[in-house]
């Protein structure tokens, strides 16, 4: 015969069983800051839309050398969706170009270069500007990429609820292929939360995404 607090058990299981469901919620941003002060620039209002920009293949201290094509895709994305006026050549067409332009040797040197020493090669950025057509040049860093989880709420030692959370922190430059200066740069750090029953972890796109609609707001 069943006593009464394990019918209350199974009863509260039910309830539960029954709430879950609808408990999922969307990832929210739980925090979003600009790193540092903003930089001098020589970046113009309307000077992307009048001369275009290419992105190039980021670098990361992150290690997830698979998720690079993502993070540059998102962000010509946000480019080309917040600027319909401006020519966005995405990472792929870039790469095409520089292929067809036979540069490739010089381009993989100047990434190279890039990673130890955060400079573009003129030499090579002018090549650059002339395969794709595009005065400007966008390079983006990956500094940091975690994902954690936490357990919100137990039931009778059952995980019902976790709250899983991830965090980015990247820089994005803009280099004038014309003169070879840093026309601007900024840095963007994203935290984000999800209350939730799913499986589904918040994911690396969803994070670059909210990271990369702000960084894109700030530029002129």
């Known amino acids: 015969m069943q006593t009464a607090y394990a019918r209350n058990a199974w009863r509260h299981l039910l309830l539960w069983a029954i709430l879950l469901p609808g408990c999922s919620t969307t990832s929210q941003v739980y925090s979003a800051q600009i790193i540092g002060a903003q930089s001098r620039t020589s970046l113009k209002p309307g000077d992307l839309a ?14 997830q050398e698979e998720d690079k094509l993502a993070l540059a895709l998102a962000f010509a994305q946000s480019f080309e969706s917040a600027r319909p006026q401006t020519r966005v050549v995405p990472l792929t067409q870039t790469l095409s170009n520089i292929n067809h332009a036979g540069i490739g040797e010089a381009y993989r040197h100047m990434i190279a270069d890039y990673r130890d020493s955060r400079l573009l090669d003129r030499t090579a950025l002018a090549q650059l500007g002339n395969a794709t057509g595009a005065r400007y040049i966008a390079i983006l860093n990956l500094a940091t990429f975690q994902q954690v989880y936490h357990d919100r709420l137990g039931l009778f030692g059952l995980r019902v609820l976790q709250t899983k959370e991830a965090s980015i922190r990247l820089t994005l430059q803009i280099w004038n292929s014309w003169d070879g200066s840093v026309a601007w740069e900024g840095s963007q750090e994203i935290h984000m939360a999800d209350e939730t029953t799913k499986e589904d972890a918040v994911s690396f796109g969803v994070v670059v995404q909210a990271a990369s609609e702000r960084l894109v707001a700030r530029i002129p």
């Open 50 to 63: 009048s001369f275009g920009v290419a992105f190039v293949t980021p670098t990361t201290s992150t290690g």
